[in-house]
């Protein structure tokens, strides 16, 4: 029986730019590149070398720790560089894309036949595992874990993001598969918004979230569910075109890593959909689609959590949206902050915007405001529905306090969990850098 969550805290900031559900044919240029740091928790060790010849589905790059979980390329074609930062760090694999796709067959599977260990070999060698991340330590899980469940939130909130259920849409069998496949590993939970479509998911349980962001984060939804104790395991999917992946896998028996994304954010001056490839470059999707002549910024995901990029950058493994919103770095605004600003969104009613109404408002890269003390003032609390004292948790892990950030459950927590409580500190801290370095030590601490 479905189960339905209300939760009173949260914020929806309306951006201007949502992309319209349409979508618009890109013709690729054909450069893509497998990103590492695109998979948390994984250090690479790269298979190939300058001038292989792979198909899509071979494996680009390993988990060094665990050698087994592989990552997949997207196309096939020839490998045109592994670029390496510092201390050899690799940046990403590079491949030139055939003009006629060929793919790896990895056959045709039913998955009502499996069970879970067959499911997770196919994942491991398909190169689709490490899509897969889990709780405690928001990290790309690895097979020897022992999941007590699986979590999949099919609900995008965060502003401007690409709406699943529009992404979906005729795609509701592979999802199926995907969750079947899912369930084969442990009793795996889906967590939809208010008058889903996706209600009626078979082999799943299925929880509505009704409430203002972030009700679709996936470690939300575990916390309200079943939250993690210290020494348990929960597998999550955060992103569930994932889902997807995996279901193509199992129904066609190649590695398809299509998928939706949106071009939004105020800068654009057409926000639409498009259909692309994990790892495809972004210079053909953004060529045109705002004006040069403005100092912008891009962000490769969404708003609140995706990372600066450029024009040449690559589609990210987890991202459904590029965004473009101004850099903010050529304002000129008279009177500065005696302003009423009725154009500019203010969470604590500082600008007399409130007045406007549900207006959507646009925002530009600038913090506002240089870091500053903590100050223990609730503001984290009123847009974190979890059971957890973020404020505490913050000071705990910037103090090195271990002891004192397992009480306070970290092992719950996610760097995207705190993204609306950075957006509303006012002592202008990176929280979801901290919460990252605080979990980085735990999982060293305890390896």
Same mark, same amino acid.
């Given at each position: =029986? ?25 013709? !690729? ?37 665990? %050698?087994?979980?592989?990552?997949? !390329? ?7 560089? #592994? ?20 793919? #790896?067959?990895?056959?045709?599977? *039913?998955?009502?036949?499996? *069970? ?11 190169? $689709? ?6 709780? %405690? ?25 690409? *709406? ?106 057409? %926000? ?46 987890? !991202? ?5 919103? %101004?850099?903010?770095?050529? /304002? *000129?605004? =008279? ?40 100050? =223990? ?15 505490? $948790? ?26 609306? /409580? ?26």
């Amino acid at each position: =029986m479905k189960q339905v969550f209300n939760l009173r805290k949260g914020l929806d900031i309306r951006l201007k730019g949502k992309a319209e559900e349409q979508k618009i044919q890109l013709k !690729s240029n054909g450069r893509y590149a497998l990103v590492p740091d695109d998979f948390e928790g994984v250090t690479p060790k790269v298979l190939v070398h300058e001038g292989d010849i792979v198909k899509a589905g071979d494996a680009l790059f390993v988990n060094k720790q665990y %050698p087994q979980v592989r990552f997949a !390329s997207p196309v096939s074609g020839k490998v045109t560089s #592994v670029e390496r930062g510092e201390r050899r760090k690799v940046l990403c694999v590079k491949v030139e894309a055939d003009a006629t796709q060929q793919y #790896v067959e990895f056959g045709k599977k *039913d998955v009502s036949k499996l *069970d879970g260990n067959a499911v997770v070999d196919a994942l491991l060698e398909a190169g $689709l595992f490490g899509y897969i991340n889990q709780l %405690p330590y928001a990290v790309s899980t690895n097979p020897e874990t022992k999941p007590k469940a699986i979590f999949v939130s099919a609900l995008r909130d965060k502003p401007l993001a690409c *709406d699943f259920e529009y992404e979906v849409k005729g795609q509701e069998q592979d999802f199926q598969t995907g969750l079947t496949a899912l369930s084969k590993i442990a009793k795996t939970y889906v967590g939809v918004g208010k008058n889903s479509s996706l209600s009626n998911l078979q082999n799943v349980e299925v929880n509505e979230f009704n409430g203002s962001c972030p009700a679709g984060n996936v470690g939300v939804q575990v916390n309200h569910v079943s939250p993690v104790n210290k020494g348990e395991v929960v597998w999550t999917i955060g992103d569930p075109t994932v889902v997807l992946f995996i279901g193509r896998l199992f129904n066609t028996g190649r590695v398809d890593l299509r998928r939706t994304v949106a071009l939004c954010g105020s800068e654009v001056q057409k %926000p639409v959909h498009v259909d692309m490839l994990v790892g495809e470059e972004l210079s053909t999707l953004l060529s045109n689609s705002y004006d040069a002549s403005h100092s912008v910024r891009i962000i490769n995901g969404n708003v609140l959590t995706g990372r600066q990029t450029t024009k040449d950058g690559f589609l990210g493994a987890h !991202s459904s949206e590029i965004t473009v919103i %101004p850099e903010g770095s050529d /304002a *000129d605004e =008279m009177l500065g902050w005696i302003m009423p600003r009725f154009k500019q969104f203010s969470v604590n009613r500082s600008y007399f915007s409130w007045l406007c109404g549900k207006k959507e408002f646009e925002a530009d890269a600038r913090i506002k405001g240089g870091a500053r003390h903590m100050i =223990m003032s609730g503001e984290y609390d009123k847009v974190l529905p979890m059971d957890i004292y973020g404020e505490y $948790l913050i000071k705990a892990i910037i103090t090195g306090d271990i002891d004192r950030q397992e009480q306070l459950g970290i092992y719950e927590v996610a760097p995207e969990d705190f993204a609306l /409580a950075e957006f509303v500190d006012s002592s202008k801290l990176e929280l979801q850098r901290i919460v990252r370095e605080g979990l980085n030590i735990l999982r060293k601490e305890n390896a």
